[in-house]
């Protein structure tokens, strides 16, 4: 390995992961992100200083340890944070994955993505290397997208139709939050974007949850959700319908 080798900025690292991606999972948490979804559960990956620099290698040699329990389905997975933030050290891991023949996903808000130069040509490399793409719709409505996260979701509906337009498979994911996003209006629109598209494989509901709090009082940062609950099973269920299609 030479001494210039790209390193990734790394959270942290879940040897058996299983929500993120087909099959058990290897799921490298990088550090960064340019959102601030009130419900962020990973507050603790924004700062994109990382003192867990790792190169490609280390990663994958590790990665490689528990293959033998990701069958035909698993692999790794690099969520976060924001993966595509950190674009040329995911060009480097997974075209090393390729070499060794693992499965490779991104979970992803999308938040970085623009059709200039220099990020496109290099998001075009990436997809080369990549097998799917766990994609959040963080909220379908404009205003309510730049309320709830502090971005536009303009490049993030833009990005999501040019994976269609190239065919590479999505998981799309949306967190039903109680008075955000548990919506039936919203949750229609949803629908009707997703009907637009041709390469959605599956369609996530996350219930909303207030686990991830605390990280945000060790950092001293107002949640602002405090009074949300969970939402009820039944209305996950009609999100679950209405974003599948299954209701009229
Ligand atoms: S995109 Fe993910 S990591 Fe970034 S703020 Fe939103 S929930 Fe947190």
Redesign the pocket.
Known sequence: MSDNAIKGAIHSIETFGSVDGPGVRFVVFVKG?????K?????D??DPHSDDMRTSDEILDQAERYRSYWGNDGGITVS???PLLQIDFLIDLFKKAKERGINTCID??G?PFTRNEPFFGKFNELMKYTDLLLV?I?HIDAEEHVKL?GKSNENIKDFIKYLSEIGKPIWIRH?LVPTITDNDEYLKRTREFIEELSNVEKIEVLPYHSMGEYKWEELKIPYSLKNIEAPSQERVINAEKILRGQLA
């Open positions: 992100c340019a959102l601030r979804c419900y962020c559960h990973n507050v990956t924004w976060g944070g924001e992803t808000a938040q959040d963080k996260t967190v």
